[in-house]
């Protein structure tokens, strides 16, 4: 069976209808419109062989509607206000006018870097509103695979085609001591991981990307490791440690989650002991402009905090 297919008239012949429909003058119409009548002649002609009616009775001294023509008129203006929305929608969002991101990031990175990064976009693009979750890498995946965000931050663990991960920057593992322990004479000098183990450990709980680096540093260790505490949060590990209950191995960032009175800290030496950290997102799906935009932001203030060492 043969099916015809159907056109869509386009912005610039639904304006010239309404213009014409109003004014019913070819004349006056053309010169609202800011084109030459035979322009608009050929625009109303285009329109009508399209639909295959008659729009305008016309000769040398009027031009009316016809009945058709009378009862597409509310169609047509319908039409032309959803195409107007469409366009000043899509052209805010271009413009970076309004819009929204939507990004999660591991803990320690959402509570160091992005708030000035938000901070830096917002004062340049006030329409835009971002909307940031702090959780695992486990999690940023899942969320990622369910387009519930435009894109994350973190460390991929393992292989996977759905997900794009693209290097940003490395943040190095440190240990941290309070002011004044047998480490800190060492600080200057370099700090290995075997000079931690000699120490009670309080570490991340298993499962996140610092405790799987520590665990891989730690192969073919041969001295005891004693692991006095285990949390979930950086912030509870640097209040562990201000209390005297041990050191604590975290990445460079963790001095922005919590309280840094009273102790130091130091990188240690070990190639293992780096997170790569990567810009992720869903391979089937591309950056908005705002989020391309608030990316390049977040990389200028990644370069301009020297805790971190930028591969982007």
Known sequence: MHTSSFAVPNFRQIRSFLALARLLSFTRAAEELGISQPTLTVQIHQLEEMLSVILFDRNRRQVRLTDIGRNLLQPFEQLLADLEAVRNFTSDHSQLRNG???????????????????????????GVTVHVQDVDVDQIIQMLKLEQLDFGIGMKLLPDKDITTDAFLADQLCVFFPEGHPLQAKKNRKIELEDCLAYPLILTSRGGSTRMLVERALVGETQEVTVA??????????????NGM????????????????????????????????????????????????????LANVARENPIFKTDA
């Open 100 to 126: 929204t991101i939507r990004l999660a990031a591991l803990p320690s990175l959402a509570s160091s870097l992005l708030p000035k990064a938000i901070h830096a976009f917002t004062e340049t693009h006030p």
């Open 246 to 297: 041990g050191i604590s191995i975290l990445p460079a960032s963790a001095v922005a989650n919590g309280s840094m009175s009273g102790l130091d800290f130091a990188p240690i030496a070990s190639p293992h002991l780096h997170r790569k950290i990567g810009i992720m997102r869903k391979t089937s799906r591309q950056l908005s402009p705002a989020a391309s935009r608030f990316l390049e932001v």
């Open 229 to 242: 505490q285990e949390v979930n949060h950086m912030s509870t590990a640097l209040g562990l440690v201000q």
